[in-house]
Each structure stands twice: as C-alpha cells, then as structure tokens.
C-alpha cells in the first residue's frame, strides 16, 4: 500500500512533457496574443506591418522597455519590486548627452559603460537600503524615484541635451540595422538572452527564485539572501542606465521627462509576461514578450481606431487579468495537486 | 548512563541552558546519541525538546554547557553551521520553496555543477531519483513542492539530509500530522538510516510510536534532564510517571460552587481534518478543563464553538438554543465571552487605550445616537477593570504598555463587561508571572461561584488539575477521556493525551486510517 502512497514520477515521455509544458506555458500564450493582435490590426489596416518604417519601429521602440523588463524580472522574482528604474534612466540619459558635450571626443564604448555603472551605482543605493534597511523596496524605490528625478531635474535645469549635441556615429546606433533588424534591438535581445540563460542555469539564478518563493526557507537553507537581493538590485539598476543610454542614441534628444512613468509599464510588462508579483516564478523571455505586447498594443488601437481612453483601459485590463490569471491559475494547479494525493 | 558504549557518542549535550530574557527555556538539558541507533526524546510542552533541537541546529546558541560532536567541542552560530558538520533537523512542518521543483528543493545552493559552473540539470535529477529509489518512495522529481503533502515534504527533508551525508538526523515531532501509513513508511525510512549508521533523534508524543521505534529513550521536564533507557528496559507506565512527576501543587484553589443547569452543549461537533465528533456539556458554577497537548485541536473547537472557525457538522447549544454558526458576534448576544490564546494579537487593541478595550464588547451599547465619546468607555470600563485590580494609572494608558498578566487582566475585563453566561479562556495564564497567576486562577474560581459556565484550555497540567472540575482529554482532535475532579491525575491525563490506546469515547484515528 505504502507504494501507492505518492505521486508517482511522470510516466509520460519527453514529447507528451514538452508538448504539455508549452500549452500551459505563459510565455506561448503570450506571444500568441501578441501574434494575434498584429495579425488582426494587419488584415485591418495593411500599413501597420509594412508601410514605410513600421516594420523597423514595431521592433525598435519595444526594445528599451525590454531591457527595464528584464531587469524589472529580476527583482520581482525576489519578491520586491524596483520603481526608480524611469528615473535612473533618465538621469543616465541626461548624463550621456553630457559626456559627449563635456569631453568631444570621448569613445562610444566608454559612454556606454559609464551609463552602465552609473545606473549600477544608482541601484546599489537601492539594494543597500532595501536589504538592510529592513523597509518594502515598494516604499523604497519609490522615495528614490523621486529622489533620482529631483536630482535629474536640479542637474538639467532647463537645459535640453539635442541631437546636435552628440556625434553621428552614436545616433546612427539608433537608427542602423543588421540584417533588417534594428542595432537597439540586437542589444536588448542579447541581454535578454545572457540575463534568460543565467537565470535557468546558475546557481545565483536559481537562488534568486528560491528566495522569492520563501524568503524564510531561504534563510534555513542557509543561501546569502542579502547578497543576492542587492546583486538584482545592480543589475535592474545597471540595465536601466543601459536603457538610458539607448534612449539618447533612438530619440537624439533629453529634456527631463525622459523616462517619466516607464517604470510601471516595465513592471506591467512583467506581470503580463507571467512574472509572479509575489515573486518565485516567471522568466524575463515573459517579460519580454509582455513589453513587446504593451508597446504593440498602444501602437494598434489607434490604428484599428480605438479611443485613447480605451487604449490605457485596455492595458489597465490586461494587467489585472494577468495578476488574477496568475492567482486562479496557482489555487488551481495547488488544488489539482492536492486532489491527486488525496486519490492515491 | 546505559546504552551501547562500543563507540563513543556522535552526538553529546550536557547541562545545557538557554534563557530568553527572564524565561527560562532550558535549565540543563542532556542528551547522548551513538551512531546507528535512533533515540527518542519525550517530555511534556515546555519541557525543553524544542529549545534543544534548536540548539542542536544552530537557531539557538547555549547560555552555558558542553555541546560535542563526535568527541569534538562545537558552537553552531547559523543552520549552514550544523548543516555543515553533518546535523539535519526535520521539522513537524518543513519549509519548502513552492515555486520550485522537487529536485531544485533538494539541491538548492549545492546543485552539481557542469561545464563553465553551469548547473548540470541531467546529473540532479538523476540523483534525486535514485535517493527516493534508496528510500523506497515514489515523488516525481519534476513537479512543484507545491501542494506536497506534510509526509510527502518529510521525505523531501530526509531526501535533503542524506544527499548531505547528515551524521545526525534530528525529527521534530515527524508524525504529528501523518496518517498510518504515512508513519509507517517514514519508519521505514528511519530504520534503514540507522542500520546506515547514522545517529537519529525522534522526538514524538505517541509512546507507541516511541517504543515502536526508539533504541533508547531520554525523559525531560521542565527543562530538566530526568533519565535516559533502552526502550527494552522500561515502559509507557514509567515513562508517563518521569514526565509529569510533580507535585499539584495548592497554588489554584477551586472553590466549590453550586453546579446548575447545562449552559453550554456541543454535540457532535466535526470539522475535516481538525476535530471530529466532539460532544460535551459545561454547566453553570462548573469549571470544564480542556487538556491535551499543543496541536490536539483544543483551540479549534473552541474557536468553532464561538464561531470564529466554521464546522461541518454538529450542533452547539446555549442554554438549550442553536447557536448559529460562524457567528461570533451571535454567540456574544447568546452570552460567550472568549478569552483567545495570544491575547496580544487577538485579545487586545494594543495600541488603544485600557478603557476603549474593556469597552470593546459593549461598544454598541454605549454609543448616543452613534456617538461613542472616551468619557462614556471609561465610565463603563472603570467599575471593571478596577474589581479586576488592573496596575494601570489611567485607563487612558495603552494596552501595550502593560504587562502580560495586566494585559490578561484587560481581555477578562473586556468579556465580563459583557456580562456573559459562559466564558471560553485559551490558555489564561500564558506568560504571567506567579502571582498575577493566582489572581486570575481566584477570579475564574469567584466567577465560576457566581454561576458562571466556564471552559478552560490549558497546557499546565497543574492549572487543569487544580482549577477544574472535570476535565476532557482532547487527542488528535477527539476526545479520549472525561475524567471528574478525583479521577484526574497527571497521569490518567497525560495517558489519555497521548496513548492511543484509550478506553475512552471515539473511535481511534489510527486505526481509522489504516483500516
């Protein structure tokens, strides 16, 4: 009797596993609705996809957003959530513009990697006052996005960083493309791709979903809880101040708005993308299909002719529906489980 | 001390002590562990076991005393410690990470390594399978911990502990919430670690069990190291005897009062999974203890009765009337007061004043026109609190700021306001200090005088045994003995607690479930 007493290992072979698995998976469905939404606004409106440069801003303009996602991921899976990314993106932004007014001269590369450990000095802060600070990073992250901002503000005046400003060769790398696939595109999806396969197969991966699962487990199992918390805290940080930097190669202008209010569409894109917002469970390829939805979606509804207010109703919509989708579909998944062992 | 001396012993604890601030936890504990034998180690609640687990496992750190390790001197300061030196703890609830695999759960933070420092996916969950081949049980390696069973994640945690190579394995309580079957696989399992040579702890309640599977089998109370057997040379009679030998001592007087009529009648009372079939009466003037050991479900069927837990079958009864359930603020009307078990939490506002607490219950009654003003609380709340003696200067004070046993003092005050006809109080006297403790012993007792029906939950085996007049033995969520005032010693008690055994009312749940 005590043979029966438990599930028994899957019987099921490797293609009934990976055929389930990419029913149930988040990810697919995701970018199916995505897929669908381009299909549909295409068959409405045939410019959508093909006139002049739709096809080149359809992948361009995501690819910012991703970044944020990706990082934004990160965070949320430990069980926190990071809201000064919009403002680290603008400060990084505005820097960029003034390294290239400030030194003539000064070689792409280093900008860039000033924009990253700029934003990675930013998210340190974050890290530091949230994992010793003992306060909700919701709450932290939130006074440093105003603080960030202020700074920004205070920094730039009324200054305004243009086009003019900045080298040729640099604003090229927002507009160029490789092999019909936008440079800034390329970027985000290399770092998604190293992000994605850290995340699945390191240890410093796999912990950080373990501790957003349960952060007191954790702890029991004796991982460095600290530690990694901050470490996503400098990441998030570092992929914003990446963004800022791409912000001011696609748009050749700063003023101080830049990035306002792009942290919830970062955190929107997450939870759409299937990343739990308790943490413990979601992938940053979600997130990324999730941002390229957002973004898609806001580019659609104008085409298929939908009022400006339904537009953010509809992503407004989206958004609760994942989260609650998220939750039916854990009691589910936990009730099915349960039942199984009941059977047995 | 006797045992197998071939070897010396993996595992050795002697006079260890542990404070919390002024609590006492442990006074001297002592425990001597060989190598492939498994040791049980029983004690009443408060006794010390869980203190000296946690100790064992580097949650805690001893005040004083000799710890050692095979013969060497060790001082955990974390679990990574313990874990390191080759000590598991199974805990009665395991804590597992839901959102990840079974076989991530096992290996997480050491999972084996491939090429360029990737995790070699392949290589864990071959090994997970083959430690659940080894311990003879089936758990798909690939599905989420979430919605394990309690046994199922047991496994998980001896899983866990073997693929350490743990020396020591200790089991806190294992079978608390298992069923037979269940049980008698993770003795399975125990069994053949030990013939493995690992040294195990087992600490439990059920004797059976501990006879069943215990080589050796140390006693503590209060604290206190009392003795250490072979489970061959000894038996439960003996072992019950070591774990309450006390004295009752004069400390709670019960005055004898006129028993009336039956105010509070459960029949039949049943919630899945949490008690079943609990039938009882307490009378007007009469004191109704309700023993058991923590985790009987004591506290539950006294939360179902007043309602603030549902039930799936079963009837309560005030003075003869259905009492609708679910419905606390129905069985306030009806006249119960509850005292719960964390009054902090539960009892009080902690950061409301003594007067806007006391007034808490009758707050509908003393409001003009919907208009509650401080001066009509503290007029309401002052005859109260001061027949109760509250310390407090000003009834404006904070609850928070008071003590426990004042703190106590407020909830009672807060439920007598109501003037109720039957009191419920979930472990009244819970972190009091001793004389704060005879005074809320004497008030029940002057309540219970007055006509007042009153049901008791305790874990002091004295405070049941002096203050009531009859008491109900609750065991894994039924009643296994009604015992009245003569026939109520610590042992009859302990026995219906935790034997399974028990000529008593109800059937038993073990043989239930395996049947």
């Known amino acids: ?344 | 001390m006797p045992g197998p001396t071939k070897r010396p012993p993996v595992l050795v604890l002697r006079d260890v002590a542990k404070s919390f601030g002024p609590v006492v936890a442990l006074r001297s504990g002592s425990l001597s562990v060989d190598a492939g034998s498994i040791h049980g180690l029983v004690g009443e609640n408060g006794a010390g076991k869980s203190t000296l687990v946690k100790i064992v496992a580097g949650v805690h750190r001893r005040d004083s005393g000799t710890f050692e390790l095979d013969g060497a001197a060790v001082d955990f300061g974390s679990t990574a410690d313990s874990k390191a030196a080759g000590v598991a703890v199974i805990y009665q609830e395991p804590t597992l990470f839901p959102d990840l695999s079974v076989t991530e759960n096992i290996f997480m933070g050491r999972q084996p390594l491939g090429r360029g420092r990737r995790i070699d996916r392949a290589a864990m969950r071959t090994e997970a399978e083959s430690l659940f081949r080894r311990l003879g049980v089936m758990i798909d390696p690939r599905r989420p911990a979430r919605g394990l069973s309690i046994a199922d994640q047991q496994i998980i945690e001896i899983a866990k502990a073997i693929s350490l190579d743990a020396r020591v394995l200790v089991m806190d309580e294992p079978t608390a919430a298992l069923s037979g079957v269940e049980v008698d696989r993770l003795f399975a399992v125990a069994r053949s670690l030990r013939d493995e040579g690992r040294a195990l702890v087992f600490i439990s309640h059920r004797f059976d069990e501990v006879f069943d599977l215990c080589d050796t089998v140390t006693v503590m109370r209060d604290g206190d190291y009392v003795s250490t057997d072979a489970t061959a040379d000894t038996s439960v009679e003996q072992i019950v005897a070591r774990m309450v030998g006390r004295e009752v001592s004069d400390l709670f007087p019960k005055v004898d009062a006129t028993v009336g009529d039956v105010v509070l009648e459960v029949e039949g009372l049943t919630s899945v999974g949490t008690f079943h079939d609990v039938t009882f009466s307490v009378r007007a003037g009469e004191i109704v203890g309700l023993a058991g050991l923590v985790g009987a479900g004591r506290s539950e069927i006294a939360r179902a009765v007043f309602g603030v837990d549902r039930y799936d079958a079963g009837h309560v009864r005030i003075a003869g009337r259905d009492l609708r359930a679910h419905n606390p603020r129905a069985a306030i009307r009806a006249g119960i007061g509850f005292v719960p078990e964390d009054r902090r939490k539960q009892g009080l506002v902690v950061d409301s004043s003594v007067a806007r607490n006391v007034a808490g219950a009758i707050r509908g009654g003393l409001a003009r026109a919907g208009v509650l003003t401080s001066r009509a609380e503290t007029r309401a709340a002052g005859p109260w609190a001061a027949r109760l003696e509250v310390k407090t200067n000003a009834l404006d004070m904070t609850a928070a700021t008071m003590s426990g046993g004042n703190q106590q003092k407020v909830v009672l005050a807060k439920w007598l306001a109501t003037n109720p006809r039957l009191l419920i109080v979930d472990e009244p006297t819970r972190g009091i200090d001793v004389g704060t403790k005879a005074e809320v012993h004497r008030l029940l007792s002057d309540l219970a005088g007055q006509g007042m029906a009153i049901l008791m939950i305790s874990s002091e085996l004295p405070e049941v045994l002096g203050m009531a007049d009859r008491v109900l033995v609750v065991r894994e969520g039924r009643i296994t003995a009604e015992l009245d005032r003569d026939s109520a010693t610590p042992e009859a008690v302990m026995h219906a607690a935790t034997v399974t055994t028990v000529p008593a009312a109800g059937a038993d749940t073990r043989t239930e479930v395996t049947a």
């Open chain 1, 1 to 344: 009797m005590s043979d029966t007493l438990l599930l028994e290992p899957s019987r099921a072979s490797t293609i009934q596993r990976v055929v389930g698995g990419a029913l149930r998976s988040r990810e697919i469905a995701v970018a199916a609705v995505l897929v669908a939404v381009v299909a549909i606004t295409t068959a409405k409106s045939h410019g959508f996809l093909f006139a002049g440069d739709n096809w080149r801003d359809l992948l361009v303009t995501p690819s910012i957003l991703i970044l944020l996602a990706v990082g934004q991921t990160v965070v949320i899976v430990t069980r926190s959530v990071d809201l000064s990314v919009g403002s680290t993106l603008g400060l990084t932004a505005y820097l960029t513009g003034r390294l290239f007014l400030d030194h003539p001269g000064i070689p792409i590369v280093a900008v860039f990697l000033a924009g990253l450990a700029f934003g990675a000095v930013l998210g340190l802060v974050n890290g530091v006052l949230v994992a010793f600070g003992r306060v909700p990073a919701l709450v932290i992250t939130l006074g440093t996005l105003y603080i960030y901002r202020g700074i920004f503000l205070t920094w730039a005046g009324s200054d305004r960083i243009n086009a003019s400003d900045m080298p040729r060769g640099f604003l090229k790398l927002g507009t160029q493309s490789l092999l019909g696939i936008p440079i800034l595109t390329i970027i985000a999806l290399a770092v998604l791709g190293v992000v994605g396969y850290y995340l699945y197969t390191a240890r410093g991966g796999r912990e950080l979903y373990a501790i957003g699962s349960d952060p007191d487990a954790a702890k029991l199992y004796g991982l460095k809880v600290t530690r990694r918390v901050l470490s996503a805290f400098v990441l998030s940080g570092a992929l914003a101040g990446l963004a800022g930097v791409l912000y001011t190669a696609r748009y050749g202008t700063v003023s101080s708005g830049a990035g306002y209010g792009i942290e919830l569409q970062a955190v929107g894109a997450a939870v759409i993308g299937g990343v739990a917002i308790f943490g413990g469970s979601g992938t940053v390829w979600g997130a990324a299909i999730g941002a390229f939805l957002l973004i898609t979606i806001n580019r659609a509804l104008p085409v298929v002719g939908i009022q400006d207010f339904w537009q953010r109703a509809v992503v407004g919509g989206l958004i609760i529906g994942a989260v609650v989708l998220d939750r039916l579909l854990t009691a589910r998944q936990e009730r099915k489980l349960v039942e199984a062992r009941d059977k047995q």
